[in-house]
């Protein structure tokens, strides 16, 4: 296995679980920051969605343990 070195501000795309669609919307239901300015994100052509890692660890991170229903696929896309 070969490691990489990758910053928490690199660009990763993702694809949102219906799970996790539920997961955002609840966040924008309840808290009043997101009610205000609510999370979205894009799907390209082919499911994906972007962010950058830090935003992708603070609006799943929660939803993210074992047992739980995955908010996003367990696989992502790391640009570097």
């Known amino acids: 296995m070969q ?3 990758i910053n928490l501000n690199n660009t990763v795309k993702f694809k949102i679980t219906k799970d996790g669609e ?3 919307a609840n966040l924008n239901s309840t808290h ?3 009610k205000l300015c609510p999370i979205s994100f894009k799907k ?8 950058q890692l830090w935003e ?3 609006y799943f991170g929660e939803a ?12 992502i896309l790391i640009n570097i």
Do not use: C, H, R, W
């Open 3 to 5: 490691n990489i070195k």
């Open 22 to 24: 539920k997961y955002l």
């Open 32 to 34: 009043n920051v997101y």
């Open 44 to 51: 390209d052509s082919n499911g994906y969605s972007e962010a």
């Open 56 to 58: 992708l660890f603070q």
């Open 64 to 75: 993210i343990y074992m047992g739980s229903q995955l908010p996003i696929e367990t696989e």
